[in-house]
């Protein structure tokens, strides 16, 4: 690591820490004893998206948090919990450890993180990610959603009573 101060390549660390998923460390160039920080990331594989039709296309973060922004739109979900839903999501499509992923599968992981969050942002997500065609249909979607949730509530219930 070069000093930024005198460029001499001789620098030792004194502190190391996790910082937003990187590695802060603080150094001193044996050189000229000014101290300065570096921050280290993981490179990650590049991750392709494979659509429905077929085409293939860079995964963007941005797009992922978007598509959730939109379904969280007026609802009472602070930024923050959409952010770290958004990060939770592509974390674990790095952690898969596969070049590709289905688009299908991503909108899955978004799917059951937004179920336990919000029930409107969910069946708004799901609207679009399984393209509801018609109000039946979303109607279907609704019902299913309320029996998945009172058989949650259920075992809820029972959980406390056990304890």
């Known amino acids: 690591m070069k000093c930024p101060y005198c460029s001499s390549g001789d620098s030792r660390v004194i ?5 937003r998923g990187r590695i802060r460390r603080r150094r001193e160039c044996i050189n000229c004893h000014q101290r300065f920080t570096t921050y280290e990331m993981i490179a990650t594989v590049p ?15 941005g797009k992922l948090a ?6 969280c739109a007026k609802r009472p979900i ?9 990060e939770e999501v592509e974390r674990e499509l790095y952690e898969m450890g596969q070049p590709e992923v ?8 978004v799917l059951e993180r937004l179920r336990e969050l919000d ?4 069946l ?28 949650e509530e259920e075992l809820e219930a029972q959980l406390r009573l056990s304890l």
């Open 124 to 151: 708004r997500f799901a609207s679009v990610h399984r393209r509801v065609p018609d109000v039946d249909t979303l109607a279907e979607e609704i019902e299913d959603y309320k029996e998945w949730k009172k058989r």
């Open 102 to 109: 289905q688009s299908a599968l991503i909108g899955r992981l």
């Open 15 to 19: 502190d190391t820490r996790e910082a």
């Open 119 to 122: 029930d409107v942002a969910y």
């Open 78 to 86: 602070s930024k923050e919990k959409v952010e770290t839903l958004a």
């Open 66 to 71: 978007n598509g959730i922004r939109r379904a």
């Open 47 to 61: 991750l392709t998206v494979i659509k429905r039709d077929g085409r293939r296309q860079p995964f963007e973060s």
